[in-house]
């Protein structure tokens, strides 16, 4: 069973910096997807970033140049590294990670104001 645990969020000021972390437990291999996804009040938890074992990342077009993910294979850990933030980027954060079956942390509040 894999455990991924969130650290990072909080609130910060509209244009400043915010660097989300993800570590997974309990897996003895690479996971094959880690990757982040927020969920706004009201709305529907939607893709923020994803990032392949090889390399490969697909980036939601509203966070495309602000937002930059990077993982570590051998800790199975994954980044989020958020620039010039927006107060629509307020949203509950969370890792997710995918390897046969589909993994969910618990979730870190980001609070960005205006």
Not at 31 to 43: N, V
Not at 101 to 108: D, F, H, N, R
């Amino acid at each position: 069973q894999v455990r991924l645990v969130e650290s990072g969020g909080g609130l910060v000021q509209a244009g400043g910096s915010l660097r989300l972390s993800c570590a997974a437990s309990g897996s003895r291999f690479v996971i094959d997807t880690m990757g982040w996804y927020r969920q706004a009040p009201g709305k529907q938890r939607t893709l923020v970033a994803t990032m392949t074992k090889s390399g490969s990342t697909n980036y939601a077009d509203s966070v495309k140049g602000r937002f930059t993910i990077s993982r570590v294979n051998s800790e199975n850990t994954v980044y989020l590294q958020m620039n010039s933030v927006k107060p629509e980027d307020t949203a509950v954060y969370y890792c997710n990670a995918e390897h046969g079956l589909v993994y969910w942390g618990q979730g870190t509040q980001v609070t960005v104001s205006s």
